[in-house]
């Protein structure tokens, strides 16, 4: 079972480590990577502890991310037929 529910909204983006966080009753920190999150992830781990969350998110407001930066670099979706 999970520790706790919460808003990605409520967690930090850390530049060092490229992924939300939130801070861990062990006074680590939960994780979780952008990438995670486009593929659907909802479960934010503490690495130094067994604790785990679920992040409560949009999927498209991070696949809509992906698309916005697919077409700032020039780059077209593949489509598969």
Same mark, same amino acid.
């Given at each position: 079972?999970?520790?706790?529910d919460? /808003? $990605? @909204? &409520?967690? /930090?983006?850390? /530049? @060092?480590?490229?992924a939300?966080?939130?801070p861990c !009753?062990?006074?680590d920190?939960?994780?979780?990577?952008? &990438?995670?999150?486009?593929?659907?992830? @909802?479960?934010?781990?503490? !690495?130094?502890?067994s604790?785990? $969350?679920?992040?409560i998110? *949009?999927?498209?407001?991070?696949?809509a991310?992906s698309?916005? *930066?697919?077409?700032?670099k020039?780059l077209? !979706?593949?489509?598969?037929?």
């Amino acid at each position: 079972m999970s520790y706790d529910d919460v /808003e $990605i @909204e &409520d967690m /930090e983006w850390n /530049e @060092e480590l490229q992924a939300y966080t939130y801070p861990c !009753p062990c006074g680590d920190l939960f994780q979780i990577t952008k &990438d995670d999150l486009k593929l659907g992830e @909802e479960i934010a781990r503490c !690495p130094s502890c067994s604790l785990y $969350i679920t992040v409560i998110y *949009n999927i498209e407001d991070f696949l809509a991310d992906s698309d916005q *930066n697919r077409q700032n670099k020039g780059l077209q !979706p593949l489509t598969v037929a």
